[in-house]
Each structure stands twice: as structure tokens, then as C-alpha cells.
């Protein structure tokens, strides 16, 4: 594991910087940095699933704005508009909660409501509220919000949501570190098919489904590296795996283990 961890340190230290994040290797935090806002964020964080151009073109259309903006606006400036499973009534809808969210206190204080429970509990305090503020149902809105934790040994992996608290908790080079009171130690994983994969070809992952039990457990595997922030590696995990930087060094993997 040493000779996991120290590759995996060289990993974090050579992407920690603003050029990861650029029109040659497109993310959504790209898009979210542009903004610096805990509810844009949380826009950018629950539409990132596709391609992360698709991901990335779709964000940079939609103005900042739009968060403070009326129904009648919303209905006029996103008319037509759609992300793969949300029609343009999903965003519409989407941007209505948002707006009723942030006049209700905010993201943060919403999910600290939750916090001193535990992670999953803040983030299920979070979607519960977004159901609340806005009695509007469809497949695809749905499916953008997901849906609340009830255990953690069912639960999904819940990426979208995991990656948006990532962001919200961190500060470096990549992370925006926009709220305070939450430990970056309590963070979960953002596991996703790529850092799923890499995982386990490296050792670090031996459960075999992509779901918030293998997140926890990666999680934990990761603390052995850095108990205080053990999700420092997520995005470099991710990387490799979405650059397939292990198949292209076939002897990577074996040297390692």
C-alpha cells in the first residue's frame, strides 16, 4: 500500500493546480468556479452525469441569474432548453426550488440542520427540503434531485451529491471550501463508474457494487493515506481513470501491488 499511496500522492500534487481545469480536460467544477455560489454549484453538481463536455456545454449556457430570477422569466429565457433526462419544465422547476431554497437560508444551513446527525443525514435534510419547497414531480426532476437516505446499506452511491459536498468542503487549487463546520474528514467518497474501476484495479475497493457501502468503504481505505482528508485523492482517482491512465502503463498496476 505504500507504493499505492506515494503514487497516488504524486497524483494529487501534480493535479492540484488551476490548468486542470480547462476547455482540453472539461469539468463542471470549471464552470461552478466561475461563479464562487453555494446554489450555482449545487446546479452544476446535480446536472454533472453524461459526457463532461456535454456536462460542461450545458452549464456555461445557463447565467448565474437565473437563480434570482421570477417564473415568468424562467419561462421565457429556458424555454425549450434540455439536459438529457430533464425536459425544459424539469429546469424550469429546478431553478424555482433553487431560488425558494436560497430565500429559505441557504444550502449550507440547510444541510447543517441535518449535520449533526451525520453526513447522510445532512444530505437527506437537503433533498428532503427541496421536495418540501416545491411540490413539483416528474421522472427527470426526480432523478436530478434523487432521493433521501433512509440507509445508508440501500442507498445508492449518490456521486452527484457526494462531489457537490466535496466542493463545498475543501479548499485548495480545485475545491471551493465555501462553507464552514464541516469536517473534511467526515466526507464520502464521489464514487463514479471511473473511480469505481481504478479502485478496484489498484486495491483500494473490494466490494463489486457501485453503491454507497463500496463509497463508505473506499473511504475508509483512503483515511489509512490521510485521515483528515481522505477525499484529497478523488480527483485524482478520477482522472486516471477517465485519461485510462492505467491501461496505457499496463506494468502500473502490478508494480504497485
Same mark, same amino acid.
Given at each position: 500500500?505504500?507504493?499505492?499511496?506515494?503514487? #497516488?500522492?504524486?497524483?494529487?500534487?501534480?493535479?492540484?493546480?488551476?490548468?486542470?481545469?480547462?476547455?482540453?480536460?472539461?469539468?463542471? #467544477?470549471?464552470?461552478?468556479?466561475?461563479?464562487?455560489?453555494?446554489?450555482?454549484? #449545487?446546479?452544476?453538481?446535480?446536472?454533472?452525469?453524461?459526457?463532461?463536455?456535454?456536462?460542461?456545454?450545458?452549464?456555461?449556457?445557463?447565467?448565474?441569474?437565473?437563480?434570482?430570477?421570477?417564473?415568468?422569466?424562467?419561462?421565457?429565457?429556458?424555454?425549450?432548453?434540455?439536459?438529457r433526462f430533464q425536459t425544459s419544465e424539469d429546469i424550469i422547476q429546478w431553478f424555482i426550488t433553487l431560488?425558494?431554497?436560497?430565500?429559505?437560508?441557504?444550502?449550507?444551513?440547510?444541510?447543517?440542520?441535518?449535520?449533526?446527525?451525520?453526513?447522510?443525514?445532512?444530505?437527506?435534510?437537503?433533498?428532503?427540503?427541496?421536495?418540501?419547497?416545491?411540490?413539483?414531480?416528474?421522472?427527470?426532476?426526480?432523478?436530478?434531485?434523487?432521493?433521501?437516505?433512509?440507509?445508508?446499506?440501500?442507498?445508492?452511491?449518490?456521486?452527484?451529491?457526494?462531489?457537490?459536498?466535496?466542493?463545498?468542503?475543501r479548499h485548495n487549487e480545485l475545491d471551493m471550501g465555501l462553507w464552514r463546520g464541516v469536517c473534511a474528514?467526515?466526507?464520502?467518497?464521489?464514487?463514479?463508474?471511473?473511480?469505481?474501476?481504478?479502485?478496484?484495479?489498484?486495491?483500494?475497493?473490494?466490494?463489486?457494487?457501485?453503491?454507497?457501502?463500496?463509497?463508505?468503504?473506499?473511504?475508509?481505505?483512503?483515511?489509512?493515506?490521510?485521515?483528515?482528508?481522505?477525499?484529497?485523492?478523488?480527483?485524482?482517482?478520477?482522472?486516471?481513470?477517465?485519461?485510462?491512465?492505467?491501461?496505457?502503463?499496463?506494468?502500473?498496476?502490478?508494480? #504497485?501491488?
Amino acid at each position: 500500500m505504500k507504493e499505492i499511496q506515494a503514487y #497516488l500522492d504524486a497524483e494529487v500534487k501534480a493535479r492540484n493546480c488551476a490548468d486542470e481545469l480547462c476547455s482540453q480536460r472539461p469539468d463542471p #467544477l470549471m464552470v461552478a468556479r466561475g461563479s464562487m455560489d453555494q446554489h450555482h454549484s #449545487l446546479t452544476c453538481a446535480l446536472f454533472a452525469y453524461g459526457s463532461a463536455k456535454a456536462i460542461v456545454s450545458f452549464l456555461s449556457s445557463l447565467d448565474h441569474d437565473l437563480i434570482d430570477a421570477d417564473e415568468e422569466s424562467l419561462r421565457q429565457r429556458l424555454e425549450g432548453r434540455y439536459y438529457r433526462f430533464q425536459t425544459s419544465e424539469d429546469i424550469i422547476q429546478w431553478f424555482i426550488t433553487l431560488k425558494a431554497l436560497k430565500e429559505s437560508g441557504g444550502a449550507e444551513a440547510v444541510f447543517m440542520q441535518g449535520y449533526s446527525n451525520g453526513l447522510l443525514e445532512g444530505v437527506t435534510s437537503l433533498i428532503s427540503t427541496l421536495y418540501d419547497i416545491n411540490p413539483y414531480r416528474s421522472k427527470g426532476y426526480e432523478f436530478l434531485i434523487g432521493k433521501p437516505i433512509s440507509s445508508s446499506a440501500k442507498a445508492s452511491a449518490m456521486k452527484r451529491w457526494m462531489m457537490y459536498l466535496r466542493w463545498m468542503v475543501r479548499h485548495n487549487e480545485l475545491d471551493m471550501g465555501l462553507w464552514r463546520g464541516v469536517c473534511a474528514s467526515d466526507l464520502i467518497m464521489p464514487l463514479d463508474t471511473h473511480t469505481f474501476n481504478v479502485s478496484r484495479r489498484l486495491g483500494l475497493l473490494e466490494r463489486s457494487v457501485c453503491d454507497m457501502r463500496a463509497a463508505l468503504e473506499l473511504t475508509k481505505t483512503l483515511k489509512r493515506f490521510d485521515p483528515h482528508d481522505p477525499l484529497k485523492y478523488d480527483f485524482a482517482l478520477y482522472r486516471i481513470g477517465q485519461e485510462k491512465q492505467l491501461d496505457a502503463d499496463c506494468g502500473t498496476i502490478s508494480s #504497485l501491488k
